[in-house]
């Protein structure tokens, strides 16, 4: 199993930015994406930004250009660069590693933008 611990969440004013970590543990090797997700009060949850262990990254639309997922092999961390914060982008935030088989979540991290 694969154990995930997400920090860097906090309160910041728009415009602003944030950098979100990902730390993983346990079976590393049989994870094939790690994604960002994210759920605004009062909504469902939503993805944010993948990347495969190729490399590839995908974001959604609406963070496209103001965030940038990234991975520190050696620290076994991806993290997410959040820029240009708006209060849109308020949201719990949680890092998913998906296994093929099963997936796991991290605990969530709260992201409060200010306007």
């Known amino acids: 199993q694969v154990q995930l611990t997400e920090s860097g969440g906090g309160l910041v004013q728009s415009g602003g930015s944030l950098r979100l970590s990902c730390a993983a543990s346990?079976?590393?090797?049989?994870?094939?994406?790690v994604s960002w997700y994210r759920q605004p009060p009062g909504k469902g949850r939503e993805l944010v930004a993948s990347?495969?262990?190729?490399?590839?990254?995908n974001y959604a639309d609406s963070v496209n250009g103001r965030f940038t997922i990234s991975r520190d092999n050696a620290k076994n961390t991806v993290y997410l660069q959040m820029n240009s914060l708006k209060p849109e982008d308020t949201a719990v935030y949680s890092c998913?590693?998906?296994?093929?088989?099963?997936?796991?979540w991290g605990q969530g991290t709260q992201v409060t933008v200010s306007s």
């Open positions: 346990g079976r590393l090797d049989v994870i094939n994406i």
């Open positions: 998913n590693a998906d296994a093929g088989t099963y997936t796991s």
């Open positions: 990347i495969t262990r190729a490399g590839r990254i």
